[in-house]
Each structure stands twice: as structure tokens, then as C-alpha cells.
Nanobody
Framework: QVQLEESGGGSVQAGGSLGLSCAASGNYFSPDTMSWYRRAPGKQRELVASSHSGGTRYYADSVKGRFTISLDIAKATVFLQKNSLKPEDTAVYFC??????????WGPGTQVTVSS
């Protein structure tokens, strides 16, 4: 069984920065892609950023230029550095892992609150 542990959520004022970290643990897996999703109050979960083991990265238009995702394959850890935060970035952020075997896992989520 693979488990994901997220850390780094919290509260910050608009314009501030926060970093999120997600570490995967378990046996017999290798990360293919690790991603961050978020679900804002009253909205559906959306993909924020994704990093493929081959180096490809994806960012939602709403976070381009402000968020940076980085993947450490050896440690099966993904980081999301969030700068210039806006109140609309307030959401529960979820880590997502797709393994090289095609299996996928979700983290429990961590709350990020940005006040104006």
C-alpha cells in the first residue's frame, strides 16, 4: 500500500508565500507523475500543477508565474512553492501520485487559506 503525507498548509495574507510538500511511502512503486489538485469552497477539484518523471511540467493558467512544482523522484516527494498568493487560492490542496504501474493515490488534503 502506498501512502501520501502532505505538509505545509496554513494561513497567509494576500501577496505572501507558502510551500507544500508531499512525500509518498510504500513498497514496490515508482512515481511516474506527481501532481497537486485543489478544491475551493463550492467548486470542483481542479488540477493546479503536475510534474512528470520525464521532466514535463504543467500549470493551470490561474497559477502560471506564481507557483512552481518540483519533483524528487528518488525521494518520491513533490513540492509546490506558491508565491504572490491571492484570496482565490484558498482551497484544500491534494497531492496525487500516479505510479509507473498505472496505479494512483490521493493524499488526505491540506488547507490553505489566503486572507485579503
Amino acid at each position: 500500500q502506498v501512502q501520501l503525507e502532505e505538509s505545509g498548509g496554513g494561513s497567509v495574507q494576500a501577496g505572501g508565500s507558502l510551500g507544500l510538500s508531499c512525500a509518498a511511502s510504500g513498497n514496490y512503486f515508482s512515481p511516474d507523475t506527481m501532481s497537486w489538485y485543489r478544491r475551493a469552497p463550492g467548486k470542483q477539484r481542479e488540477l493546479v500543477a503536475s510534474s512528470h518523471s520525464g521532466g514535463t511540467r504543467y500549470y493551470a493558467d490561474s497559477v502560471k508565474g506564481r507557483f512552481t512544482i518540483s519533483l524528487d523522484i528518488a525521494k518520491a516527494t513533490v513540492f509546490l512553492q506558491k508565491n504572490s498568493l491571492k484570496p482565490e487560492d484558498t482551497a484544500v490542496y491534494f497531492c496525487y501520485l500516479m505510479t509507473s504501474f498505472g496505479t494512483s493515490y490521493w493524499g488526505p488534503g491540506t488547507q490553505v487559506t489566503v486572507s485579503s
